[in-house]
């Protein structure tokens, strides 16, 4: 892959028929049975559903960290084969390496770049800028409190310039008052660098804040069973009649009725 390709600026997504089992007890156990989702050029679509119905499955499907499966993934009309730097992902925990300082930590998403050094420099000090963190750029991880650790997640995962960034319960393990500075973050960062995020969240009120459609999944195998566009104009009122419809219309799907 060029490295024109790799840092692609906007991205679409195309997830065709796919289909997925893993093997437990030497049997098939199916995970996601035809999935189907149109992911357009910076749109903000975020995943909802049981646990266990294989949403961190599809997600490590598109970042290629798997290959075993039916259908297709297809990113700007191409195969995803692997994992490449137009795909940058945070999970749940931070997974910074303990041992480097911020900028270290997030500096590692570069490595092999053949950009010169002083582009590369200043690409981490904007990231870090970015997600607020300057100032910390000497810390180590443990200096760091959890939202903030997550913000150099974050960092780490942009720095590469993805044309799409996948979110994998990224918040789920900070405190609300944290998790809800951390949204508008999340929302003012979509919005300034205008890539392309797909989110798992077990929380539909932050699905309803940030995205532009929500996809709820089934489980046993996981399947979408709607996909709900929201609708509203950003800074979204949580208190507004609109948003508890849309947020109510989410939860009626979560819960099967
Ligand atoms: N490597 C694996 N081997 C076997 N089963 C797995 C593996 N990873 C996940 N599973 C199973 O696949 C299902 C979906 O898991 P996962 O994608 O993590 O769901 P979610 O993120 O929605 O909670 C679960 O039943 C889980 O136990
Ligand atoms: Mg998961």
Redesign the pocket.
Known sequence: MSAVEAFAPRATLNIRDVSKS???DEKP?P?LRNIALDVQPGEFVSIV??????????L?LVVGLDADYEGEILLNGRRIEGPGRERGIVFQEHRLFPWLTVEDNIALGLDGSDEPQHVLDKRVRDNIALVGLAGFEKAYPHQLSGGMAQRAAIARSLVTQPAILLL?EPLGALDSITRAYLQKELLRIWQQERVTVIM?THDVDEAVFLSDRVVV?E?RP?RIRSIVPVGLTHPRQRASVEFARVKGEILRDLSGE
């Not at 559903?49 to 599809?58: D, M, N």
Request: positive net charge.
């Open positions: 893993y093997v437990v156990l995970v559903g049981a646990s266990g119905c294989g949403k961190s499955t599809l490590r994998d798992v999944m489980p996981g």
